[in-house]
C-alpha cells in the first residue's frame, strides 16, 4: 500500500475552512473546486471523520473540524512564518560563506574585497580557507573558492577576478649584479632557480617559455624547492635565486624595485584568478552576494567583466 503524506489535503482544508467556500478555496489554491474537494473528501476518508457540515448553499466545519483546525492554526502560522522568513533572507543574506583560496589571490581579491563586503552583510560569517591545492569543493563543504584559471574543473561556473596572467623570471638587482642576466631561457643552466611544487604534486613545477610562438618548458635548475608561492618571492628579494611568477602576483616588488624581470619576449600570458562554484550553488543568497561584490570589484579594480 502506497504510503500517504501527512500534509496531503492540509492546504485544501484549510483554505476550505477559512472561506466556507470550495470554490473560493479553489481560486485561491490555483486549482478547480472538484480538485479540492477530491482532496477533502480523501482526508476525511484518512482521517475516518466528517470535517465539514455540505449543504447546496453553505460550507461548516463539524466540531471535529473546528477541532483539527484549531490544531492546526499555530502549525500555518510557523509556516508561514518560515517562508516570510526565507523572503528577507533573500534581501539579507545571513549564514557562513566558506571560501577556498590560494596565497597568492589574498593580496589580489580577498583582502580589498572583503572589508567592504563586510560591512554590507555583518550577518554573513566568513571562513578563508588558505590552500593552494587543488580543492573539491563539494567534499570540502565549500560554497566557492579561487584559483588560477586552467585549474578548475569544467563542469564549474567561472567568474574571471583578473586579466590573465603575464608570466615572469624575476630577480632581486643584487643577485643580477653578482650572477648576470640570462638573455634567453637555455642560458639558465648558469643560474640558481627556486623551484615550486604543488602541495599535492610529486615534481617541481616545470617553468614555460615560448619559442617562435610556441610554448615549451624545461626545469628549473637549483637547490631550492618550496611549495609556497609568497616563500618563494621573498627568497628571490633576498637574493637566494630566480622565481618564476606572475607579473599581477609580483607587482609590488616589480614597482618598488626590490624585484627585476628578465627574459620578457620568451614569456607566455596565461589565465588569471577565477570564482568559481557549482552551477547549482549559486542561486544560495550569502554567495550571489559575494558573487556581485567580486564582479564589481573585477570590473573596478582590474577592467574584467566576468559575470554569472
Known amino acids: 500500500m502506497a504510503r500517504v503524506d501527512a ?69 500555518t502560522t510557523e509556516i508561514g512564518e518560515a517562508l516570510e522568513e526565507l523572503a528577507t533572507l533573500r534581501q539579507r543574506p545571513t549564514g557562513r560563506l566558506r571560501l577556498s583560496v590560494p596565497r597568492i589571490a589574498l593580496d589580489l581579491v580577498i583582502v580589498p574585497v572583503m572589508p567592504e563586503f563586510r560591512r554590507a552583510y555583518p550577518d554573513i560569517k566568513i571562513e578563508i580557507d588558505v590552500d593552494d591545492t587543488s580543492v573539491d ?24 577576478l583578473t586579466p590573465d596572467f603575464r608570466w615572469l623570471v624575476v630577480g632581486s638587482p643584487a643577485y643580477f ?3 648576470g642576466r640570462p638573455h634567453a631561457p637555455s642560458a639558465l643552466i648558469n ?42 618571492l621573498a627568497l628571490a628579494r633576498e637574493g637566494v635565486g630566480l622565481a618564476y611568477t606572475a607579473d599581477l602576483i609580483a607587482a609590488r616588488e616589480l614597482e618598488s624595485g626590490e624585484l627585476e624581470a628578465v627574459l620578457g619576449p620568451h614569456l607566455p600570458a596565461k589565465p588569471g584568478l577565477f570564482l568559481y562554484f557549482p552551477a547549482k550553488s549559486q542561486t544560495q543568497p550569502k554567495l550571489r552576494a559575494f558573487i556581485d561584490f567580486a564582479t564589481r570589484f573585477a570590473r573596478a579594480k582590474n577592467g574584467v567583466d566576468g559575470r554569472a
Open 7 to 75: 500534509f496531503t489535503g492540509l492546504s485544501e482544508f484549510v483554505a476550505v475552512a477559512a472561506h466556507a467556500s470550495f470554490r473560493a478555496a479553489a481560486a485561491e489554491l490555483h486549482v478547480t473546486p472538484g480538485a479540492v474537494s477530491q482532496a477533502v473528501r480523501a482526508l476525511e476518508a484518512r482521517v475516518g471523520l466528517l470535517l465539514f457540515q455540505r449543504t447546496t448553499r453553505s460550507v461548516a466545519l463539524t466540531e471535529v473540524g473546528a477541532h483539527l483546525l484549531a490544531r492546526l492554526r499555530p502549525a
Open 191 to 232: 643560474h640558481e632557480c627556486i623551484g615550486y611544487r604543488f602541495p599535492t604534486a610529486k615534481t617541481v613545477y616545470r617553468w614555460q617559455f615560448l619559442r617562435r610562438g610556441r610554448e615549451f618548458s624545461l626545469d628549473p635548475p637549483g637547490n631550492i624547492v618550496v611549495n609556497d608561492h609568497i616563500t618563494m
Open 137 to 160: 569543493l563539494t567534499a570540502g563543504g565549500f560554497d566557492a573558492g579561487v584559483r588560477i584559471g586552467h585549474f578548475i574543473e569544467r563542469d564549474m561556473i567561472a567568474v574571471r
Open 177 to 179: 649584479a653578482a650572477r
